[in-house]
């Protein structure tokens, strides 16, 4: 990664190893400013890099990014196309500086739907980078928890994997995100408080951090902030962590 942190961090006693973004409010950063929603887009995809940079920086593993959902279809035709065209144009620009950075690419959502040449580009880019092991980058697009759900529950029928055998780490493996574990930070920009069908399984015990910021204007210091809001959290996963002693 280039080197151009001028900024020193204090260190941080905990990071997540998993973060997921949901990268909201490309279309409000453009209209605050007078520009087409798709130069938000634009805007957008060219803030992936320092935000990956950070993660690196402070020793995130998974970076996995919300970058169009099943329901994103619904957009004008004119804002979908020229979505699809911009993930394509990325792979075309950045596929190699990503490689030689030690990113692995992963895809997480249907890749039916997609059409033809960008779904090629997009196993293409998952090929070329499966050895790299800095970061894995995870890619949510055509992505929506409920038909990865679906998708699992249907890979599961066709195996004819017993009722009884059925555990929910062998349900997990079904899903989209395979072998990666839980994400431990769910950040969301453009201020809403909601998944929008991201990782809604995976998320369960997710951390949830909000923030009115739109995605084009989310930097390191951004998320820094993110993960100090992060390490003031308790996780207890329905446990109780200060319980009394048994009285004997
Ligand atoms: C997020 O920004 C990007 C995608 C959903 C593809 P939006 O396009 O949703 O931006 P807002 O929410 O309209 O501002
Ligand atoms: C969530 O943003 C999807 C992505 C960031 C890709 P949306 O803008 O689609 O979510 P809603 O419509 O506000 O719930
Ligand atoms: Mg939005």
New binding site residues.
């Given amino acids: 990664m280039s080197s151009t942190a001028q900024i020193e961090y204090p260190p941080l006693r905990s990071v997540p190893y998993h973060v997921g973004i949901i ?7 453009a209209k605050s400013r007078g520009y087409i ?1 798709h130069a ?2 634009q805007a ?1 995809v060219n803030n992936i890099r320092p935000v990956l940079e950070g993660c690196v920086e402070f020793g995130i593993k998974v970076l996995t990014i919300y ?3 099943t329901e ?1 279809w619904n957009r004008p035709e004119e804002e979908v196309s020229g ?1 699809m065209r911009l993930l394509g144009l990325t792979i075309r620009q950045r596929l190699n500086e990503l490689h030689e950075q030690g990113v692995q690419i992963r895809h997480s959502g249907r890749l039916a739907g997609i059409n033809r040449e960008l779904q090629k580009q997009i196993l293409y880019a998952l090929d070329v980078t499966k050895n790299n092991d800095r970061i894995i980058l995870n890619v949510a697009f055509n992505y929506g928890g409920r038909s990865e759900i679906l998708d699992a529950v249907r890979q599961i029928v066709a195996d004819g994997i017993a009722p009884d055998a059925l555990t929910e780490e062998t349900f997990g493996r079904y899903l989209y995100t395979g072998d990666l574990p839980d994400p431990d930070l769910i950040i969301r920009t ?1 201020g809403e408080y909601r998944l929008s069908n991201f990782l809604i399984w995976q998320a369960a015990y997710s951390e949830y951090y909000a923030t009115p910021t ?2 084009p204007d989310f930097d390191k210091s951004e998320l820094y902030k993110a993960l100090v809001e992060y390490n003031e959290r308790e996780r207890r996963f329905g446990r109780v962590l200060d319980a009394e002693p048994t009285p004997v």
């Fill in positions: 990268m909201d409010g490309n279309g409000r950063w929603r938000g887009h957008g970058a169009f959902s994103n979505l453009g739109y995605w």
